[in-house]
Nanobody, 123 residues
Framework: QVQLVESGGGLVQAGGSLRLSCTAS????????MGWFRQAPGKEREFVAA????????YYGDSVKGRVTISRDNAKNTVYLQMNSLKPEETAVYYC????????????????WGLGTQVTVSS
């Protein structure tokens, strides 16, 4: 069992940057691949990024490639999502996930979710 808590969301102007954090408690996050997903009102959940247990592999959604970087610090049980050049259409609740399966062409979230952090990008 693992509990996930996201932080770092907020209001930012278009073109700005935010760094989200996800801290795990319970079973250490180093046991899991970690991912970020987002969901905007009225839209389906969207894969953003994922990272393997030892940071050896990272995966990104097509819409964020080149602007987003996922990283992790297993000593701190924390995963980060650095987002640059944010766009208004990226306004959403961003969720951290643990235990998923990630490949270059498909992404399946695991069973563990945080409550999410709101990101609002103003135009």
């Amino acid at each position: 069992q693992v509990q996930l808590v996201e932080s770092g969301g907020g209001l930012v102007q278009a073109g700005g940057s935010l760094r989200l954090s996800c801290t795990a408690s319970g079973r250490t996050s180093s046991s899991y691949a970690m991912g970020w997903f987002r969901q905007a009102p009225g839209k389906e959940r969207e894969f953003v990024a994922a990272i393997s247990r030892n940071s050896g592999s990272t995966y990104y959604g097509d819409s964020v490639k080149g602007r987003v970087t996922i990283s992790r610090d297993n000593a701190k049980n924390t995963v980060y999502l650095q987002m640059n050049s944010l766009k208004p259409e990226e306004t959403a609740v961003y969720y951290c996930n643990a235990g998923g399966l990630y490949y270059s062409d498909r992404h399946s979230p695991g069973s563990y979710w945080g409550l999410g952090t709101q990101v609002t990008v103003s135009s």
